[in-house]
């Protein structure tokens, strides 16, 4: 029998500067906009497959700013991928991990395109190539990052009322810490027990302040404390899991599957943060999350505050897992005023609906893109 080959023909980069609906404030960084990395795979049967790379407020939050990701896929992965098969992800990924340390943001936009067209070829959504899902929706938590105690408030009673979000996360840990526990005590009273309300620390605290912080926010029925101290405070994690009446949930901590393997190892978060961009794309967050099974650790579907490609990559792969007792945040093109593909994905009675349609279920609306994307 003959087998005839679908060759990766290019790699393009895009980088797209897209308004935010308000500020976004965060312990590192306020976001008055989101630049996202648009990647666009072609393959010699004429198939096209999207991904994204996507980070938060260039290089506050992570190793990887939209201009390295670019620079780095243009000069050093994209070459390895040009002329490989199209068809064979394992491959073409091993060649990536092979040539390139690190890099997870980039190699997930690129993990991304590759599932995208090959769902597209088979005419399989990216969920049915993952081994199937087990669930068309995901619930979405939204986060109040206005700054603002009464915008807030009145942000979520909106969200309740819309039946759009009934799980609120808080940023905090830019501010002083006795203000960042008012804000957050008043936000859970004053909206009881319609909703599950969390707080994001962004590592800004330090584990003595975590200790008291941490106590008292669980004492005032907060649900879920998010990353409260460094990622290299190791021993200090592991302290904190054992201490804290709220369960402590890792993001920063993991910027690989096999952070997640030594975190799990040492027990130092009882649930994980599972992020495409941090692990290099939908199969490998698939891999931290069988750790997380294993381990017992309970796992919630982050974000990056990608747009919608970046959402729906990291949606179809979540749609496989068991079991998502933290449920996600896949809110992220909910953030952004524009958008740069024909149809948004859905947000309907607390989830998001995961398309059943070949690949990632999108497709770019190229006049939108060609008016956003960075000249
Ligand atoms: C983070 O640290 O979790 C996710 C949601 C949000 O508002 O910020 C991000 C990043
Ligand atoms: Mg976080």
Redesign the pocket.
């Known amino acids: 029998i003959e087998v005839s080959q679908v060759l990766i023909e290019s790699v393009e980069t895009i980088i797209v500067d897209l308004p935010t609906i308000r500020p ?1 404030k ?1 312990a590192m960084h306020t976001m008055q906009h989101q630049t996202l990395v648009v990647i666009r795979l072609r393959c010699s049967d004429g198939i096209e497959g999207l991904g994204e790379s996507t980070t ?1 407020g260039g290089l506050a ?1 992570g190793n990887e700013s939209p201009e390295s990701i670019k620079q780095n896929i243009d000069s050093h992965l994209a070459p390895l991928l040009i002329g490989q098969d199209a068809a064979n992800i394992n491959a073409a990924m091993l060649r990536l991990d092979k040539a390139a340390k690190g890099n997870t943001f980039a190699k997930s936009g690129l993990e991304s395109a590759l599932l995208d067209a090959q769902g597209k070829r088979l005419g399989l959504p990216v969920s049915e190539l993952l081994g199937g899902r087990v669930r068309d929706g995901l619930e979405v938590a939204w ?1 109040l ?1 206005s700054g603002d105690t009464a915008k807030d408030i009145a942000e979520a009673q909106h969200m309740l009322e819309i039946r759009r979000h009934r799980i609120f ?1 808080l ?1 905090i840990g830019a501010g002083e810490v006795d203000r960042d526990l008012k804000h957050v005590i008043a936000i859970k009273q004053a909206l009881g027990d319609t909703a599950s309300v969390r707080v ?1 620390v ?1 590592q800004a605290w330090d584990e003595s302040v975590a200790l008291r912080a941490c106590r008292i926010l669980g004492d005032n029925g907060i649900d879920l404390i ?2 409260p101290i460094s990622r290299i405070n190791r021993s200090g994690q592991v302290r904190l899991n054992q201490r804290s009446p709220a369960p402590i949930m890792a ?2 901590s993991i910027e690989s599957v096999e952070d997640a393997f030594s975190l799990a190892a040492d027990g130092a978060a009882s649930i994980f ?1 599972l992020k495409i961009a941090k692990n290099g794309g939908p199969r490998a967050v698939l891999r931290t999350a069988q750790i997380a099974e294993a381990a017992g650790i309970a796992l919630y579907g ?4 990608e747009g919608s490609i970046g959402t729906l990559a990291s949606a179809h792969a979540f749609v496989t897992l068991k079991q998502l007792t933290w449920h996600t ?1 896949l ?1 992220g093109p909910l ?1 952004l005023t524009e958008e740069i593909v024909t149809e948004a994905p859905v947000y309907r009675d607390f989830q998001l609906h995961v398309p059943r349609t070949p690949g990632l279920g999108l497709a770019l609306d190229e006049e939108r893109l060609a008016f956003f994307r960075r000249k």
């Open positions: 976004h965060l938060i939050y986060t990052a996360k940023k994001d962004n998010e990353q993001d920063e943060a982050g974000t990056m505050l945040e809110f953030l």
